[in-house]
């Protein structure tokens, strides 16, 4: 397919997306604005009127938090979808109403932040689906993409399965990998002569286990909307969350790094959760009712395919999403990481031709410097555990106990609460705790020790 000349200069005709999950549905509709025509490849039927879990998603059955950077994005995309959401039945969290557990006391509560929108991955994805579908540029087309079709070192097309074993070419002016860890870019771009990514990986063996309950209104929960509760690291490696989510349900999660892994039956999973260090989350387990049963998912850790450092790129051809930087899923990061990564493209679209070979080297490194704080938080995190292995940047035992008092201060102080949560949002870089105002309270508030107390303070 050739570019198509017009008098206000060059149309763009079609762009392949490879794979149809949040990062290739917003990378969809990013590129819907550039080119006539878009078209979505997922070996899934992506039936839009479906809300259920799709099999190329098993990790849809756990709990997906979409940070405050993410839900920005989300509704600068598709203006108002966050109302749609709590139309549907999407649950709005407070902020001073979530009951965050971490080194022996609750955080400071912060009435003033912007609350959690908390719903299932699978209605989440049903929306924006339906929203790219109806823009009239995005088609959607069921197969799997086997290889790439290159001519003399620029991608122009994938070669296609469909699930009758019918294999069809489809030309483009550029190809989006967005198939996630399972991504096959390394291999293609051997193939065709260019040199595949460094990957840096950080393996902390991460385990969770989750189970939905009904979520009644006679259950004691203290005011609060939602837990996150993290074990002391020098005691155990255990973590558990309880959201409200539509349908009147409580999705839970127990999980735990190298090898601390929840059972499955209902028995074990409350003895479990009664380990943590929060009766909160076990109490909601003990007293509501199960439903269905338990499913389980595991990663190696946090990986990182480091495209921005390659000295050639083929033209017309990137990769988003986890296909480039897949973190830790224990802290909620990943549709937020796939949403910056598309703003990134947005704006490498408006700097360079996508048919310049320079048009990847200046997305990859604006995708770059877009995820490298959530990989610097969610990997420096994992680097608390002594088990934890992978390249371990030398400042980070250092900015680990800092962040240590950092914690500890937000329990006394909403002002460094407030701070967490905007680095832990996606909102705010984590340098931001650095300045020398944060530097300060950090300080005077974190001598007072942990707070040891029942429920969050809500400082005057």
Known sequence: MSVAETEGGVTLQRAVVIGGSIAGLLTGQVLSVEFDEVVVIDRDDLDTASSSVRRGVPQARHPHTLLRRGEQILNTLFPGITDELIRHGAVVMPMDRVWWWQHRGYRAAVPDAAPIISCSRPLLECLVREHVEGNGV????????????????????????????????IKAELVVDCTGRRSRADHWLTEIGYPSPEMQLVQSDVRYTTRVFHRSTSVRTDGAAGYFVISDPKAKKRFGT?????????????????GEGAPTDL??????????????I?????????????????????????????AAHPSGFVCVGDSVCSLNALYGQGMTSAAVQVVALREALARSDVMDPEFARTFYRLSARAVSPAWATAT?????????RGHRPWPTKMINRYVTKCVVAGQHDSTIATSLWDVANMVKHPTSLLSPSALAR???????????????????
């Open 282 to 310: 076990a109490s909601i387990i003990e007293d509501e009712r199960p439903i269905g049963a338990a499913v389980r998912y595991r990663l190696p850790g946090s990986e990182w395919r480091m495209f921005h450092r390659l």
């Open 380 to 388: 420096g995190a994992d680097f608390i555990y002594p088990e934890t």
């Open 267 to 280: 028995a074990g999973y409350l003895s479990w959760a009664q380990t943590l260090p929060t009766a909160k």
């Open 242 to 258: 309880a959201m409200p989510i539509e349908g009147d349900r409580w999705i839970i999660t127990l999980a735990g790094l190298h």
């Open 138 to 169: 995005v088609e959607f087309r069921t197969g799997e993409t086997v290889d790439l079709i290159s001519n003399g070192g620029a991608v122009t097309g994938v070669c296609v399965r469909d699930p009758s074993g019918t294999s069809t070419e």
């Open 442 to 460: 950090t300080v005077r508030y974190s001598r007072r020790g942990p707070l040891l107390s029942y429920k969050p303070i809500t400082p005057r």
